[in-house]
């Protein structure tokens, strides 16, 4: 008879085995209501584990009566307000829906989103495109300009890449993650090579496929500047990459890291989709010229589910120049931060190596039991948001997961594996 | 048959080896006893520990049968 830590140790090792085995796929820009079905009208996909208006950070209600208002749900932003408080709207979290969307995380009926197939289990996740800088729906934006951009994304730019991609018949993610790693990204603060990398293979069917000649320009345009504009992909990625390694009985591994901005949210493989919540904390980190910690909210968005598969503050030594941009420290910090998720994760993935650590593979497969007995916190890179709406970013810094999610997580695993209350 | 120079001479015992030479510490737990000997010129690697669960005997009970 197997012992529980047999059980235990055979579950991680396949759940960690299916992260690995992935084969993310970006394949196609599709409207959300194909994408997702069970959208409808006043439906609002949102980042984080659930929550509703009265307790929705300023952000997040800016972006919410923003996104009503793109939808043509109110008039204008005081009438979605009025219609949000009344209740005229569903709050749902994305990753109820196969989803995931960075920092206020809106996802809507008509809104593009990116298509990442997972090969090797068939599964597809999805994502917005992301915005650019500046003044964006994501850090809470809602003016004219804002719903303007988004209007382009749907009606310009998504169209487009869905051609370009499925001329190309998708683009295999998982070498240019690979090499991004070697070229100083770790795909949540910084994926200046990954999106460098993504356009010198995007350009030519993007050229192929547009016949609009004043598209285009534009349309490469808007992709060559923004360096950021991997990371939506990065996400869906992630995504795709996790969802069939939920469900797995007796897995103590993380399946799901988020944040909407009130709370922080956990999910286990072996509690299924359990969320485990505690406050979100304030992310630590520099402001842009104008802006003080004063002015930060905590923490947003379902972009830590890079995290979840090795990345970003996880593979903080591959991007020595983000641990400056985030101030965190000393870019020869780098690799501590890296080393110390090695604590709480079940393997190095050995297709995903930093050169700066002689390339070992980023540490993957948060295992909650590892992080309560140690007391170390998974380290995420993030963006700051105003936290008043309609502001947007006011900076960048690094957020600890609040070691209270992964003690719930605990009870509520045990609870599950011995059939019995403890303590 | 010679007589070697060690077979005339006791070897120093490891603890007298340790006090005739500069400090090596090994500091485990809290870092500000590492920190203060650093700035003192003594040679010292920290380990960074805490208790398991951070002390929290219930959890720390509750991974023992979790196998971590």
Redesign the interface.
Known sequence: MR???QS??TANAETVRRIFAADPVLVDVIPAREAIPALGPKLILHAGPPVDWARMCGPMRGAVTGIAVFEGWAHDLADAETQAAAGAYTFRPNHDFGAVGPMTGMTTLSQPLLVVENRAFGNRAYCAVNEGLGKVMRFGGNDAEVLARLAWLRDGLGPALGRALRELGGIPLKPIIARGLTMGDEMHQRNVGCSSLLLRILAPALARTTSDNAALPEILGFIGRNDQFFLNIAMAMGKAMTDPARNIEHS?IVTALCRNGTDFGVRVSGTGDQWFTAPVEMPQGLYFPGFTAADANPDMGDSAIVETVGLGGFAMAAAPAVVGFVGAGRASDAAVFTRSMGEITWAPNPEWTIPQLDNAGVPTGI?I??V????IAPTINTGIAHRKPGVGQVGAGVVKAP?GCF?AA??A??LK??GSA?? | MSNTSDARTPAPSPAAALLAGPPQVINIGLEGFAQDLARAGAAVVHVAW?P???G?A??????G????
């Not at chain 1, 309560?372 to 007391?375: L, N, R």
């Not at chain 2, 219930?58 to 991974?63: D, E, K, P």
């Open positions: 012992s529980l830590q235990i140790e103590s295992d039991r590892r309560v007995e140690t007391g070691l003690e605990l009870d695993f045990a594996v011995t403890t303590g | 805490s398991p669960a951070r929290d219930r959890l720390a009970a509750l991974l049968k979790l196998g971590s």
